[in-house]
Antibody, heavy 120, light 108 residues
Framework: EVQLLESGGGLVQPGGSLRLSCVAS????????LSWVRQAPGKGLEWVSI????????YYADSVKGRFTISRDNSKNTLYLQMNSLRAEDTAVYYC?????????????WGQGTLVTVSS | EIVMTQSPATLSVSPGERATLSCRAS??????VAWYQQKPGQAPRLLIY???TRATGIAARFSGSGSGTEFTLTISSLQSEDFAAYYC??????????FGGGTKVEIK
């Protein structure tokens, strides 16, 4: 059974930093693309970033480019999202999502999410 | 960036009735569309990919159709567990992957 468990969310002041983690199990972590997808309170889904299996290729939404960094440690089955220069509009539940194979086009597996609140 | 527009925003349906949800792309995305279901407080669940292929374990009452710019998710006979929000997503021209704004299916 695929399991994705996010952690690291919390309350942070504007301009602050936070690192999210997502520990995976139940599949061969090193062969799948993974994304972060977020959902602001009461709003829809927004794709944030993707990293491919070997970790060398990454892409970002314009809204987070230059502020967020996605990475992975295949030896620890863990995905990360380093978030810097946080803004109020980054407040959301952040989901870790497992792509279908290594293309990351759509997402059969999701974690339960971790809430990030940016507020003074 | 491809914009996905879903309609209606809210759909009121009685249990046992058919529900038809629409999703329109701002430019052709071929058949590169997925649909997700999300219940309150839960993560999204993949229902459909490649516009019409049901994901593993998804009930046959869920079906997807369309290509190009117009897509439809149909729930043939609504069950109590189907009342939820539904999102379409394109993966034809990305990054970025883009989602529609969602349709909430509520009990009439």
């Amino acid at each position: 059974e695929v399991q994705l468990l996010e952690s690291g969310g919390g309350l942070v002041q504007p301009g602050g930093s936070l690192r999210l983690s997502c520990v995976a199990s139940g599949f061969t972590f090193s062969t799948y693309a993974l994304s972060w997808v977020r959902q602001a309170p009461g709003k829809g889904l927004e794709w944030v970033s993707i990293i491919y299996s070997a970790g060398h290729s990454t892409y970002y939404a314009d809204s987070v480019k230059g502020r967020f960094t996605i990475s992975r440690d295949n030896s620890k089955n863990t995905l990360y999202l380093q978030m810097n220069s946080l803004r109020a509009e980054d407040t959301a539940v952040y989901y870790c999502a497992k792509g279908e194979y290594d293309s990351g086009k759509y997402y059969p597996g999701w974690g339960q999410g971790t809430l990030v609140t940016v507020s003074s | 960036e491809i914009v996905m527009t879903q309609s209606p925003a809210t759909l009121s349906v009685s249990p046992g009735e058919r529900a038809t949800l629409s999703c329109r792309a701002s430019q052709s995305v071929s058949s590169n569309v997925a649909w997700y279901q999300q219940k309150p407080g839960q993560a999204p669940r993949l229902l459909i990919y490649d516009a019409s292929t049901r994901a593993t374990g998804i009930a046959a009452r869920f079906s997807g159709s369309g290509s190009g710019t117009e897509f439809t998710l149909t729930i043939s006979s609504l069950q109590s567990e189907d009342f939820a929000a539904y999102y379409c997503q394109q993966y034809s021209n990305w990054p970025p992957l883009t989602f529609g704004g969602g349709t909430k299916v509520e009990i009439k």
